[in-house]
């Protein structure tokens, strides 16, 4: 069974119930008209993996996987969202500064992926480069919003 950690990619969801990464994402392509706020610290880390990293692993899991317990997929490291919304903020080419509303919630300080069964049984690791994916992920939600705006 693949337990996959925070997934991120396109088509996605990047409403105002969002997961984080669209969520910031859509903040950006309608800042100054929306502010760029990123809940608690941003010091809260995550196990972001791409949508087409676990596509590979469910792949790759239909052939090896059965039989063998939990098999975590996503990387070995954690990146805070103050890493991401910085990322993002560069990606849109505006001059945004993050807002972090130490009011909302932030959840856990730090999640990342023990993927050794993955390599071992799968021969699976991550290979989207995480600003690569943020890159394409804001390039897509940016087209969506601005067909929203002409229709």
């Known amino acids: 069974t693949l337990m996959v950690h925070n997934v991120y990619g396109t088509p996605t969801d990047y409403g105002t119930r969002s997961q984080v990464i669209p969520a910031l994402i859509r903040k950006a392509c309608n800042y100054p008209k929306e502010e760029f706020s990123v809940w608690g ?8 993996i791409h949508v087409n990293d676990i596509v590979d692993a469910l792949v790759l899991a239909l052939k090896y996987g059965w ?16 890493e991401i919304a910085y990322k993002i903020a560069e990606i849109s080419g505006k001059e945004i500064e993050p807002v972090f509303d130490r009011t909302k919630p932030e959840g856990d300080s730090a ?4 993927y050794t069964k993955a390599k071992t049984i799968l021969g ?3 290979h989207v480069d995480l ?3 943020l890159r394409e ?6 087209r969506q919003m601005k067909k929203e705006e002409m229709s």
């Not at 999640?111 to 023990?114: F, K, L, Q």
């Not at 992920?137 to 940016?142: L, S």
């Open 41 to 48: 610290s941003g010091n809260q880390g995550r196990a972001f």
């Open 67 to 82: 039989g063998h317990g939990w098999i975590q997929i996503g990387p070995d490291h954690s990146t805070s969202i103050k």
């Open 111 to 114: 999640r990342y992926a023990d």
């Open 124 to 126: 699976w690791e991550p």
């Open 131 to 133: 600003e690569e994916g």
């Open 137 to 142: 992920c804001y390039a897509w939600i940016e």
